[in-house]
């Protein structure tokens, strides 16, 4: 790894570098909630001044930049009897990731394992996360992080380049030659052993704000054990099975595929939709069986897969403790308090 | 209006059946039909598809020679009744076309009164028609398909046309407008201290109303799944009043059916 520090002011030069020929992706304000905080979003962006790199969280993931909620695997253009068929895997140019968190960085990472590195890689998700240049970016933990717990709260691989906030500077940690190349570009300095203190001090300075805890230890085990508690129908009552928790991970990637023909009769096409364990069309299976009828059940399941049968698989869990979906879930639905619950942390 | 048969259409170089089919209403407010004939660029090849043989807004003549009936409207009057069984015996498949044909509509809201005669007061004053409790298509007869929203979507209606010829599953969702607004990056209304009913309504109009910032009125009736009890609970919680709630609930018809909404008016 290569280390450089820089003043502030470069990063701007940077982002007009980068933002000169390609298409970047940043956190940006859209709105404020009824308390008057910002929400912010990952939107395209050609003004520098327009990214929020002090943003708290975004309410949706980038997901939509490697796995749309809409994606069209093939199109079909039909004439008579005969069809032609079209495959784009809609990765037409680089994307540039502008400020990314440890724990988005590493959501990535996360569907790499089963997106990229599988037996069976998914062309759509590859092509696009072949193309991308991500710059991440510190961030200051919020009550609802608990990526610590989950092991995601530093990124180390995943990134081209990583920015710390040191006061007047920033501190960046080289992963790629594109980011070494690009940084050429700008006025860059070998980092003094002075400024070495100022990471670490600042690291420890942050490792400080975390509140948000999710005991992992035996998790697996665990939920193995608590298969028939009856905390999962008690979270399960209040469940709306709305799918937003889904909709809202950085990591969720079920899907569905739904073939179309176009009015005219002209044209058709293959259509994957991101999907949710939590709703009720998730299990159901031709014919009309559904495996899984009971709002309980479907939710127990969502974190099965994270937090078992993905570490069974991968040694890791599918959850990098961003918080989002206990933040967007209106049943105040949450990771910790959920996973504490089932370890009978909470009175029953 | 009327396509010959030699216009019949073919995929992948196989004719298809071309239905006939009929729209009827009752009372609504044709907003639903309107939907229908208001999307130009699709409606020849929608027109393509079916023979409409009978379509009041659209067309002067008439014949009760279908298979399928689009019907509009909830069932107020006696005669009404007797119609739609006729039509009912015409059709092979019957299709509630829109949410008042699905469970009453706005014009269900009379239903909370206990007194009938009292609301006839209320509304037609001196000049009394004949009316009675507001029911859905279902509660007179039986109905096949069922197109939910008030209005319906018209993309929503040429995909389920076209599945029928097409032979061809037709699949709603039975999944919340949650889904849909997610995928529409809308912010949520609750954030901005807004009601909103879709996390507990069918999905399949898009979102539409999030996406132009306005809380879902719950008007394609219950997702299937739908937690009434808990959402009630949670809009309590966030502060907004029993009336707001049972308000958006009761709009439309769709909740009938759920112990929450059970409780009527005063009169
Ligand atoms: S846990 Fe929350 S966000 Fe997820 S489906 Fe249930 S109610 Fe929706
Ligand atoms: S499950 Fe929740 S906390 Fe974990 S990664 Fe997904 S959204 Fe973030
Ligand atoms: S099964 Fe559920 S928790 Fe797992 S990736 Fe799919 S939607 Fe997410
Ligand atoms: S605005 Fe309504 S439909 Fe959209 S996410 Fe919020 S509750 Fe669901
Ligand atoms: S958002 Fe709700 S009220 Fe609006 S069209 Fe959709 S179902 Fe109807």
């Known amino acids: 790894m290569i280390f450089r520090i820089f003043e502030k002011k470069e990063l701007k030069n940077l982002f007009e570098i980068l933002a000169a020929h390609n298409k970047v992706v940043g956190p940006v304000e859209i709105g404020k909630d009824k308390q008057c905080n910002p929400i912010y979003a990952f939107t395209e962006v050609s003004d520098f001044n327009s990214i929020k ?24 253009r039909i004439k008579d009897n005969n069809w032609q068929k079209t495959i784009d895997y809609n990765a037409d140019r680089p994307l540039i990731f502008f400020g990314l968190h440890p724990c988005d960085i590493n959501a990535l990472n996360k569907l790499d394992k089963v997106l990229l590195h599988s037996v069976f890689p998914m062309p759509y998700y590859v092509a696009k ?19 610590r717990s989950m092991g995601s709260d530093t990124a180390l691989h995943g990134f081209d380049m990583f920015i710390t906030n ?9 992963l790629t030659d594109t980011a070494y190349n690009f940084l050429k570009n700008i006025k860059t300095e070998e980092p003094k052993e002075k400024d070495h203190i100022l990471y670490m001090k ?3 300075e942050r490792n400080k704000k975390f509140t948000a805890k999710v005991d992992t230890t035996d998790l697996a085990k665990i939920l193995d054990m608590e298969f028939q508690s009856d905390v999962w129908k008690q979270w399960g009552d209040k469940c709306l099975a709305c799918g937003t928790c889904a909709n809202v991970c950085p990591t969720c990637y079920c899907y569905g595929v739904e073939e179309t023909v176009d009015i005219n009769l002209k044209s058709a096409r293959k259509t994957k939709m991101l999907h949710s364990c939590n709703l009720i069309d998730f299990a159901e299976v031709a014919g009309g069986h559904n ?4 709002r309980h059940s479907r939710l127990k399941y969502r974190y099965y897969h994270k937090h078992r049968g993905f570490v069974e698989a991968f040694e890791e869990s599918l959850c990098v403790g961003c918080g989002r979906c206990g933040e967007s879930c209106l049943a105040g639905i949450k990771v910790p308090e959920v996973i504490a619950s089932v370890r009978g942390g909470k009175k029953r | 209006m009327k396509a010959k048969e030699s216009e019949s259409k073919t995929y992948l170089g196989i004719p298809l059946y071309r239905p006939k089919v009929a729209f009827f209403e009752f009372s609504s407010c044709e907003g639903c039909q309107l939907q229908i004939i208001n999307n130009e660029n699709t409606l020849l090849d929608f027109l393509s598809l079916v023979e409409v043989v009978n ?17 509009e409207g909830s069932i107020t009057r006696n005669d009404e009744a007797e119609r739609l069984k006729k039509i009912r015996k015409n059709a092979k498949i019957l299709v509630a076309l829109g ?31 004949d009316t009675a409790p507001v029911r859905a298509l279902e509660e007179v007869v039986n109905v096949d398909l069922r197109i939910y929203g008030c209005p319906i979507k018209k993309e929503e209606v040429e995909k389920i046309v076209l599945h029928v010829v097409l032979g061809k599953s037709i699949d709603i969702p039975k999944y919340p407008v949650c889904m849909e607004c997610k995928a529409n990056e809308n912010i949520c ?14 999905a399949g109009c898009d979102s539409w109303c999030p996406n132009n910032n306005a809380g879902c009125w719950g008007c394609r009736g219950p997702a299937e799944d739908a937690n009434v009890g808990y959402m009630k609970k949670i809009m309590k919680e966030k502060g907004f009043s029993e009336k707001t709630i049972l308000e958006r609930l009761d709009c439309f018809g769709g909740f009938a059916q759920f112990p929450e909404l059970k409780k009527k008016g005063k009169h």
Not at chain 1, 133 to 147: E, K, L, N, R
Not at chain 2, 103 to 126: A, C, D, T
């Open chain 1, 53 to 76: 790199l002090d943003y708290t969280t975004t309410k949706l993931p980038a997901k939509r930049y490697f796995l749309p909620f809409h994606e069209d695997l093939s199109t079909f």
């Open chain 1, 129 to 147: 996360r072949k193309n991308m240049f991500i710059i991440g970016i510190d961030c200051v933990p919020q009550p609802f992080c608990f990526c």
């Open chain 1, 166 to 174: 040191l006061g007047t500077r920033y501190f960046v940690e080289i």
């Open chain 1, 202 to 204: 600042s690291a420890a």
């Open chain 1, 291 to 294: 495996f899984r009828p009971e």
């Open chain 2, 55 to 71: 379509f009041r807004e659209a067309m002067t003549e008439k014949s009760d020679d279908y298979e399928i009936a689009f019907v």
């Open chain 2, 99 to 129: 949410s008042c044909a699905c469970f009453g509509g706005v014009n269900q809201l009379k239903n909370r009164f206990n007194n009938i005669e009292w609301v006839k007061k209320q509304v037609y004053g001196k000049h009394p028609i």
């Open chain 2, 189 to 202: 209304l609750f954030d901005l201290g807004e009601p909103c009913l879709g996390p507990i309504t069918r």
